[in-house]
């Protein structure tokens, strides 16, 4: 299949205003033609969650990407109905990959299902999509604010380079969406590494003190994490993490010995 013939769905949970969803378009124009849906609103922290009171309405902009055109439709809805609605209403036909990114801030650890980067990259990768999700390590005051100075090059580096590679693999088996994560200041010679999921908390609640303004910052126990994982890879390698990720939650353990063990509890 050439470039010409491939579908690529681009979201985001930052909302369609996003520096982040335009540098992601630029990485992908090259690869195919790029549909964009996204959030209307800022949608962090959505996980992939599915609220009842989303009105689920659908505008149409027409960018320009790199010289190429780009359709950007803005739908009212969490990062997940966005996809639903992406793949269901406003394609034509089911994308060959569904990106999401590129985020403002770290999606590490056991934080992942909070995140609406990956819920949404999970809803498409739950039909059967090649999904990613692409985060870059940002100052915590961007997060919401999206600040315009953020440098997305190496980012942007790194969404082409692994959607170019998840278009061309035959099977990914298990592997159904690949978790992205990027370093500050990384550049396209920065190293990566392929990394599983800590399962420690990236970021951890602040402010308890007033239920209505509860905060978060970053853990103070990173130099605990494990070596092989991705808050590892970021806090104390500096490179970028690729972790791949099953939407099969099941333990990976004998099914049987666990049922025995079970039972002898009896």
Not at 19 to 35: E, F, I, K
Not at 142 to 163: E, M, P, Q, Y
Not at 170 to 191: E, G, H, K, Q, Y
Request: charged share 20%.
């Amino acid at each position: 299949m050439n470039n010409n013939e491939r579908l690529i769905i681009l979201t985001n949970d930052d909302g369609v205003s996003s520096p982040g969803l335009v540098a992601a378009a630029v990485a992908l124009v090259s690869l195919g033609r790029v549909l964009v849906a996204a959030p209307r609103e800022q949608q962090s922290g959505s996980g992939r969650s599915m609220p009842k009171n989303a009105d689920g309405k659908i505008e149409r902009v027409s960018k320009m990407i790199d010289g190429a055109s780009c359709d950007f439709y803005s739908i009212g809805g969490s990062p997940a109905q966005v996809v639903q609605r992406g793949l269901f209403v406003v394609s034509d036909r089911m994308p060959d990959l569904v990106v999401s990114g590129i985020n403002y801030g770290e999606n590490l650890g056991a934080d992942l299902t909070i995140s609406g980067t990956v819920g949404a990259a999970w809803e498409a990768a739950s039909y059967g999509i090649p999904a990613l999700a692409v985060s870059l390590q940002t100052d915590m005051n961007s997060h919401i604010n999206h600040r315009l100075d953020v440098d997305f090059s190496g980012a942007i580096h790194f969404t082409r380079k692994f959607a170019k590679r998840l278009l061309d693999l035959d099977s990914t088996n298990d592997v159904d969406l690949l978790n992205i994560n990027v370093p500050m200041n990384a550049n396209a010679n920065t190293a990566w590494k392929i990394t599983s999921q800590s399962r420690k908390q990236y970021f951890v609640p602040t402010n308890l003190s007033n239920p209505d303004l509860i905060q978060y910052k970053r853990a103070d126990d990173h130099e605990d994490a494990e070596s092989d994982s991705d808050i590892c890879a970021i806090t104390k390698e500096k490179v970028v993490s690729i972790t791949p990720i099953s939407i099969d939650a099941t333990a990976r353990v004998s099914l049987l010995d666990f049922e025995e063990k079970m039972r002898t509890l009896d």
